[in-house]
């Protein structure tokens, strides 16, 4: 392991933590009825694509010495590219195409979901591999801690998988137990991030 592992996984875990207040606020300030990639909108994903380019590139970084974090936090940033660059590219165009583009920008906006829920199983993967890991080889509060990340990214892993299969019926459940899961292991990279050898 490298000294260059700790630095990477807290530019990862920036990344999260950029994403997982985008998505807050995307809840909190969301008004019904809004229009579908309004202009406010279109500018937090362009904000969020960013962040998961920065978790992608960095936390593929730490697949030589902790590979499932890695390894779910690289699928998790390059998901959630694709689901954001279908929303950037496609979304407004066929909104403004309209009525009969409907069907098209239906099953795009499904896809663009199923995207974000598989993000959400990746990050999972990451947060169970990574408080796993802290379990096993800390002790006292980073232990404890690294416990709770991992049971936290089982279940953002279980609902992320369960909402891929049923579709956005379970977005909201998926979403939030998603975003908790990023937001510690987030918090577990930062403060307990990976120790040189």
């Not at 933590?17 to 985008?22: A, E, F, H, Q, S």
């Not at 609902?159 to 908790?180: D, E, K, S």
């Amino acid at each position: 392991m490298t000294n260059s592992d700790a630095l990477f996984a807290r530019i990862a875990a920036v990344g999260l933590l950029v994403t997982v207040v985008i998505q807050i606020l995307v809840i909190v300030l969301h008004t019904p009825g809004a229009e579908h990639a309004n202009p406010n909108a279109l500018f937090k994903w362009r904000i969020e694509v960013v962040a998961y380019l920065a978790i992608a590139l960095f936390g593929g970084a730490l697949v030589r010495s902790h590979p499932l974090t890695g390894t779910g936090l690289a699928a998790g940033g390059v998901f959630n590219i694709i689901q954001l660059g279908i929303g950037l590219s496609a979304f407004r165009p066929l909104l403004d195409g309209g009525e009969h583009l409907a069907p098209v920008f239906d099953a795009l906006w499904r896809t663009a979901f199923f995207l974000y829920f598989t993000g959400k199983a990746a990050f999972g993967v990451a947060g169970l591999a990574y408080g796993t890991h802290l379990w096993r080889t800390r002790s006292g509060a980073s232990r404890g801690f690294g416990g709770i990340v991992a049971a936290l990214g089982a279940a953002g892993l279980i609902t992320a998988i369960a909402a891929m299969v049923t579709g956005v019926q379970l977005l909201m459940l998926a979403g939030a137990v998603g975003v908790a899961a990023a937001t510690l292991l987030a918090l577990a990279l930062i403060f307990a991030p990976p120790r040189a050898a």
